[in-house]
């Protein structure tokens, strides 16, 4: 089974609406950690938001946010007024303790990806 | 602000030829990683390191080994490349603290003949 599924493969949104990216997640931990990466075409991956599995509050950072739905082990990642520069890959991302035989790695478990393309 | 450094950015080899890919951190990190990236698969672990002197597998480590050559150089090597092993690879670092989110080189895009 997936530990990470983006279920929407491509987008198309027009500038200035909210776009919501879908993410679920799957594990039985209780201390884990939420991360959403953006990659555009240039290829480099740009971290852009954070939430901790204890965390109380939804996380947000400028334009992200991110709806953070613990029971039903859902992280979306909205952005507000989308841009132009918002086209690109995103990616979910899961942190786990002890994900790998040698342990204590933290090492990111990662989704397929959502492909945006923001229309002007 | 250099961050994580890979070299080289491209690099072709025909099928059975050797080399590594280098990374350098300058973040003071403890952790490092080598993923690669495949068109729809996401980005896979190949192998990381936890700490200076520890290197373990991720979920794809056939045909690669790494070496964590101090704390700030983790390298991977391919002894005979084959096809599959065409792919993006990137390196990344983290602190290993919470929310610490993995910083990434640029990538080294390789394609095996």
């Known amino acids: 089974a997936q530990k990470i599924t983006q279920t929407q493969p491509g987008m198309f949104v027009q500038e200035k609406e909210a776009v919501t990216l879908d993410c679920t997640y799957d594990?039985?931990?209780?201390?884990?950690?939420l991360f959403w990466y953006k990659q555009p075409s240039s290829g480099e991956m740009i971290f852009l938001i954070y939430?901790?599995?204890?965390?109380?509050q939804n996380a947000t950072e400028g334009r992200y946010s991110l709806n953070f739905q613990k029971a039903r082990k859902s992280a979306n990642l909205v952005i507000s007024a989308s841009q132009l520069g918002d086209s690109a890959m995103y990616f979910c991302?899961?942190?786990?303790?002890?994900?790998?035989?040698?342990?204590?790695?933290?090492?990111?478990?990662f989704g397929k990806g959502t492909h945006l393309i923001i229309q002007p | 602000n250099a961050g994580v450094t890979q070299t080289p950015k491209f690099q072709v080899l025909k099928t059975g030829q050797s080399m590594t890919l280098q990374c350098a951190q300058d973040m003071n990190h403890n952790s490092m990683y080598w993923y690669r990236q495949d068109p729809g698969m996401g980005l896979r672990l190949i192998y990381y390191?936890?700490?200076?002197?520890?290197?373990d597998k991720g979920e794809v480590p056939n045909g690669y080994n790494v070496s964590r050559l101090n704390k700030r150089e983790f390298s991977l090597r391919l002894e005979s490349a084959a096809p599959s092993q065409t792919s993006v690879y990137f390196c990344?670092?983290?602190?290993?603290?919470?929310?610490?989110?993995?910083?990434f080189g640029n990538g080294t895009r390789l394609t095996v003949t």
């Open positions: 991302a899961m942190r786990e303790p002890f994900l790998y035989s040698g342990g204590g790695a933290d090492g990111l478990t």
């Open positions: 390191s936890a700490s200076e002197g520890t290197t």
């Open positions: 939430q901790g599995s204890y965390d109380e």
């Open positions: 594990t039985s931990d209780q201390s884990y950690g």
């Open positions: 990344a670092s983290t602190q290993r603290e919470g929310g610490s989110p993995l910083h």
